[in-house]
Structures are given as structure tokens and as C-alpha cells.
């Protein structure tokens, strides 16, 4: 997934403008965590389908209270990831968001997005157990979509600390 391929110098030759790094990756950051945020619905879709159907004990499986904390909490970590990812793609079209301050939501929004589509992923395969771990099942392509996109323009770890510092940065 090649989005582009910038130039370290900071100024594009051919057009004479100076280009803010930051800015340029708002769009590509808000669009990788909407694809995230759909790999983490899909994957808590499937676990809740079959957490629902798989008997054990003579019980639907979803009604263990393992199984049922590990999806409500991969649930509010999916609406979080929504929610942070609608506000990034609104404040994109928005002349008056600052190009600093529509970074900081995308930034959030894809960090939060990497989050719990990796967690609502590992949750799937866990849920699904031996059978996620087949290649004749799909859930280990959710877990591998998940990782690949977590990694792609940063992980949340560096995407909060970049955050973290302009925020701190700010106050100083």
C-alpha cells in the first residue's frame, strides 16, 4: 500500500511550495483508520455470530462471563475508534481546523482505530479458538489485516507519543 513517497527535503521542486509533512498524512491517517475501524466491526461481528451459536456445556459460549467481557470491552473500544474517526473525517473538510489540529484527530482516530481492530482480532481468534487458527477459516486474515494496517504511518504507540509531545509541547 504505497500512499506516496516524500521528499526529506520538505519543498516539492517541481511546484516551488513547502509542504507540511503533518498535514499531507491528515487524509491518509483518517482513511487508514476507517479501514481498521471496519476490520475491527467485522471481526467483533463474527465472534458475537458465533459466540452465539457455539454450545459448550449445553450453553451458548456467549453467555460465559470470559467470552462476554472480552466483547463488550472490544465493543466499546470499536465505537471509541468510530467515534474519534467520524470527528477526524469531519474536521478534514473543515476550512477552520487548523492543519496541526486535524492532524491530532487523525492521529487519535488511527491510533485509536489500530487498537481495537488488533484487539477485537486477537479477541475473534481466541473466541473462534482452534478453528481461527485453520487456513480453512478467515479469522487469521483479520488478525494479519489488522497488524498490517496497524503498522502502516506509525503505531499507536508513536502515533500518541507524537500527540502526547505537541500537547505538552503547547503548554510549555
Known sequence: ?????????????????????????????????????????????????????????????????????????NYVALERARSLTYAAATRLDDPATSSSAGWTAAGLAKAAAADAAVGCSRTAVQVHGALAQTWEHDMHLY???????????????????SVGRRYAGGAA
Not at 12 to 29: E, F, I, N, R, Y
Not at 143 to 161: F, I, K, M, P, V
Open 1 to 73: 500500500r504505497q500512499l506516496a513517497r516524500p521528499d526529506s527535503r520538505g519543498k516539492d521542486d517541481a511546484l516551488g511550495v513547502d509542504v507540511d509533512v503533518k498535514s499531507a498524512l491528515a487524509t491518509p491517517l483518517v482513511a487508514m483508520a476507517a479501514d481498521l475501524v471496519g476490520v475491527a466491526d467485522a471481526a467483533l461481528a463474527r465472534s458475537v455470530e458465533y459466540a452465539k451459536s457455539r454450545q459448550q456445556f449445553g450453553k451458548p459460549i456467549g453467555s460465559f462471563q470470559g467470552i462476554k467481557h472480552a466483547l463488550a470491552d
Open 143 to 161: 488478525l494479519r489485516h489488522a497488524w498490517q494496517g496497524a503498522a502502516t504511518l506509525g503505531d499507536s504507540r508513536a502515533l500518541y507519543h
